[in-house]
């Protein structure tokens, strides 16, 4: 059973950074990541390592989110900067399993333009961005 657990959410104002990570019981180099849920909005995809490595954006993001992992610790990074109001939500690190290029899994998170499918996910941790 994959285990994920999220930290390094809390409160900050608009303009302010966050680091969330993600310590995972096992390996992973391809197909984690990030997704949040904000009440009453659907989950958006933040950011992604795809089938390839290669990495993945909401276009709300882009430039001022950066995913990384360090895999000597098994923990994946989602680093968060200029942070606004429209960010607050529940962060959710997440795995799915690759299938040649592709990440199979029961859940659907588009990311950017990016389908990834995810079969594991943490607890979540709240990110609160004031104005």
């Known amino acids: 059973q994959v285990q994920l657990v999220e930290s390094g959410g809390g409160s900050v104002q608009a303009g302010g950074s966050l680091r969330l990570s993600c310590a995972a019981a096992?390996?992973?180099?391809?197909?984690m990541g990030w997704f949040r849920q904000a009440p009453g909005k659907e989950r958006e995809g933040v950011a992604a390592?795809?089938?390839?490595?290669?990495?993945r954006y909401a276009d709300s993001v882009k430039g001022r989110f950066a995913i990384s992992q360090d895999n000597a610790k098994n923990t994946l990074y989602l680093q968060m900067n200029s942070l606004k109001p429209e960010d607050t939500a529940m962060y959710y690190c997440?795995?799915?399993?690759?299938?040649?290029?592709?990440?199979?899994?029961?859940?659907?998170?588009?990311?950017?333009?990016?389908?990834?499918?995810?079969?594991?996910w943490g607890q979540g941790t709240q990110v609160t961005v004031s104005s």
């Open positions: 390592f795809d089938g390839d490595g290669r990495t």
């Open positions: 997440a795995a799915g399993t690759k299938e040649g290029r592709y990440c199979s899994g029961g859940y659907l998170v588009p990311t950017g333009d990016y389908l990834i499918r995810y079969n594991h």
């Open positions: 096992s390996k992973y180099t391809y197909c």
